[in-house]
């Protein structure tokens, strides 16, 4: 296929991911790059305790013109739901109609070790999404639930746009009861990534599930999903550029390695090496734990070929767009998917 254009003619949906790898000003010339080579949106991660999301998105907006900007995904219970709010108002303000708020129930040892109990995650996350939701649109909002407690409240717009704001809110979703209320109350899910495609087929169980709660079908839900992406003509040194990061992931977030089937004890043999932050050092020696065929299993790494046609099994399997998350060339990765997959 060429120029981005699938069987039916439109224009293939494709995102950038990034996180916290390149400086700020790459990320930006980045986002500039994907705009010109056709990608819908990119994605700002909020990943540990490295790189807040808000900052790179304010700058991605303010050197595009068209692509959307996205994070992918922040957290609910470390932003009062009045700053939340007030926040996308103002990337709004920057990017108006541009602006996707990824936001998800976070994880731990990171939450506990800010002093943070995910206690309720569930019900935590519907408070969130329904008070976040009426203050963009506008409304003077009280509630009183039992994470959130507003009364009276309004984004008072005084120098600006009064009118109700399109920020879609997108919750990214691991575990199948959050699934489920993502199906129920999100304008659409952000799957995860390090997940096999046939992960995906459960979760739409999942969304749909909850969709019908609310008298709604999968189709009427967004499934954008993150994906690793290490492409390179030498598949060597692509599954390589792929173990390095994964080693990480598995050990810092064991919730990812269950939804991807990994041995418990491979995970465990891993966190006994690395410590919290793992070192550089850590990771090299925890990295022959991850074998090859894990990382062709869990991420898209390989040759142009190759990873384009392990993103087209993710979307066979119900996701809507793939978020790329690159790992070595970006503009090469970028340049592999701008004509299609």
């Given at each position: 296929?060429?120029?981005?254009?699938?069987?039916?003619?439109?224009?293939?949906?494709?995102?950038?991911?990034?996180?916290?790898?390149?400086?700020?000003?790459?990320?930006?010339?980045?986002?500039?790059?994907?705009?010109?080579?056709?990608?819908?949106?990119?994605?700002?991660?909020?990943?540990?305790?490295?790189?807040?999301?808000?900052?790179?998105?304010?700058?991605?907006?303010?050197?595009?013109?068209?692509?959307?900007?996205?994070?992918?995904?922040?957290?609910?219970?470390?932003?009062?739901?009045?700053?939340?709010?007030?926040?996308?108002?103002?990337?709004?303000?920057?990017?108006?109609?541009?602006?996707?708020?990824?936001?998800?129930?976070?994880?731990?040892?990171?939450?506990?070790?800010?002093?943070?109990?995910?206690?309720?995650?569930?019900?935590?996350?519907?408070?969130?999404?329904?008070?976040?939701?009426?203050?963009?649109?506008?409304?003077?909002?009280?509630?009183?639930?039992?994470?959130?407690?507003?009364?009276?409240?309004?984004?008072?717009?005084?120098?600006?746009?009064?009118?109700?704001?399109?920020?879609p809110i997108m919750i990214g979703a691991t575990g199948p009861q959050m699934m489920e209320l993502a199906g129920e109350i999100a304008d659409g899910v952000v799957l995860n990534y390090c997940v096999p495609p046939e992960y995906n087929l459960q979760a739409m169980e999942h969304l749909e599930k909850g969709a019908a709660r609310a008298g709604r079908s999968l189709d009427d839900i967004d499934r954008p999903q993150l994906i690793v992406c290490s492409v390179h003509e030498d598949r060597q040194v692509a599954l390589d550029g792929a173990r390095e990061l994964l080693t990480q992931y598995l050990a810092q977030q064991p919730h990812i390695a269950q939804a991807s089937g990994v041995k418990p004890e491979v995970v465990e043999r891993i966190q006994s090496i690395l410590g919290w932050p793992a070192t550089r050092e850590q990771v090299r020696q925890a990295m022959p734990l991850v074998p090859d065929e894990l990382v062709q299993r869990i991420t898209a790494s390989g040759t142009p070929a190759e990873v384009k046609a392990k993103v087209r099994e993710y979307l066979a399997n119900g996701a809507t767009c793939p978020i790329l998350y690159p790992l070595g060339d970006v503009k090469m990765m970028i340049d592999t998917f701008a004509d299609g997959y």
């Open positions: 296929m060429s120029n981005g254009q699938g069987t039916d003619g439109a224009r293939q949906r494709v995102a950038l991911y990034l996180q916290d790898k390149h400086p700020i000003r790459d990320g930006m010339e980045y986002a500039r790059y994907a705009e010109a080579r056709g990608f819908e949106a990119v994605w700002q991660a909020e990943s540990r305790l490295v790189r807040d999301a808000i900052v790179p998105m304010a700058a991605y907006a303010a050197v595009t013109e068209r692509i959307k900007v996205g994070s992918g995904v922040i957290n609910n219970w470390t932003r009062n739901i009045g700053l939340l709010a007030a926040t996308f108002l103002t990337l709004d303000d920057l990017a108006p109609n541009r602006i996707i708020c990824g936001i998800g129930a976070w994880w731990d040892p990171l939450a506990r070790n800010v002093g943070i109990q995910r206690r309720k995650p569930l019900k935590a996350m519907r408070e969130t999404v329904e008070v976040l939701r009426r203050l963009l649109a506008m409304e003077n909002v009280t509630f009183h639930g039992e994470f959130h407690h507003v009364e009276g409240i309004e984004l008072d717009v005084v120098h600006g746009r009064r009118e109700p704001r399109h920020v």
